[in-house]
């Protein structure tokens, strides 16, 4: 999909979350830091901070969020139309190799540390 489309869709889900999930959220922490506040003379005990539900936060990073995997998705389609084209026959990538590859000699399994060579 276009990142423009997964953005508009992210978009929409962050701000379906932000009224299905945040703001019931924020409604129980508000009412319970009430009832903590009415209760406080007898318990000594202050009411916590309540989490305020954020739609424009949650609309952004939903977009954000659909931005991106549009363009990882996108990008994936390109790479492969890109890859397609761009094939080298197995003649040609003995041709483009340089010629200290062909002289290497596999790298033998050995107890030694790899970074005793450097």
């Known amino acids: 999909m276009e990142p423009i489309t997964m953005a508009l869709i992210g978009?929409?889900?962050?701000?379906?979350k932000s009224e299905l999930v945040d703001r019931p959220k924020?409604?129980?922490?508000?009412?319970?830091a009430a009832?903590?506040?009415r209760w406080s003379p007898w318990t000594g005990m202050a009411p916590g901070r309540v989490q305020e539900a954020d739609?424009?936060?949650?609309?952004l990073q939903g977009g954000l969020t659909?931005?991106?995997?549009?363009?990882?998705?996108?990008?994936?389609?390109a790479a492969e139309a890109a890859s397609?084209?761009?094939?080298?026959?197995?003649?040609?990538?003995?041709?483009?190799r340089p010629w200290w590859m062909d002289q290497q000699q596999p790298l033998q399994s050995s107890?030694?540390?790899p970074w005793l060579y450097y």
């Open 11 to 16: 978009a929409g889900l962050g701000l379906a």
């Open 66 to 77: 659909g931005a991106m995997l549009g363009q990882q998705f996108g990008g994936k389609d």
């Open 84 to 96: 397609a084209s761009t094939a080298l026959t197995p003649e040609e990538q003995t041709m483009t």
């Open 111 to 113: 107890a030694k540390s």
């Open 55 to 59: 739609p424009f936060g949650s609309t």
């Open 35 to 37: 009832e903590i506040a």
């Open 26 to 32: 924020e409604q129980r922490q508000r009412k319970a």
